[in-house]
């Protein structure tokens, strides 16, 4: 099994920053993909950002220019810098990771969340 556990989430006044980490563990072999989602209430979830093990990165329009986000591949961590907050951004941040573990016998590929972590961002 791939756990995540996500941290860094809290209360900010609106221009704030917040960082959250996520840090991958288990029968890990590689991780393609980790990336961060969030939930606002009464909405669906919805991509914020996405980074591949190149360094690549995908953002959704609306945090293009506030947040970054990077990973270290050596320690299965993602890290977002989110600067210039917004009420807007509340909701309950998820950590998602992709990509193949080894059991011992078997690679097998895997797709894993976080318990997520609260994020709120006062007027």
């Known amino acids: 099994q791939v756990q995540l556990v996500e941290s860094g989430g809290g209360l900010v006044e609106a221009g704030g920053s917040l960082r959250l980490s996520c840090v991958a563990s288990?029968?890990?072999?590689?991780?393609?993909?980790m990336g961060w989602y969030r939930q606002a209430p009464g909405k669906q979830r919805e991509m914020v950002a996405f980074?591949?093990?190149?360094?690549?990165?995908n953002y959704e329009d609306s945090v293009k220019g506030r947040f970054t986000i990077s990973r270290d591949n050596a320690k299965n961590t993602v890290i977002l810098q989110m600067n210039k907050l917004e009420p807007e951004d509340t909701g309950v941040y998820f950590c998602?990771?992709?990509?193949?573990?080894?059991?011992?016998?078997?690679?097998?590929?895997?797709?894993?969340w976080g318990q997520g972590t609260q994020v709120s961002v006062s007027s």
């Open positions: 980074i591949r093990s190149s360094g690549s990165a």
């Open positions: 288990g029968d890990i072999f590689s991780v393609h993909i």
């Open positions: 998602n990771a992709n990509g193949i573990r080894h059991t011992g016998q078997a690679y097998m590929d895997f797709d894993s």
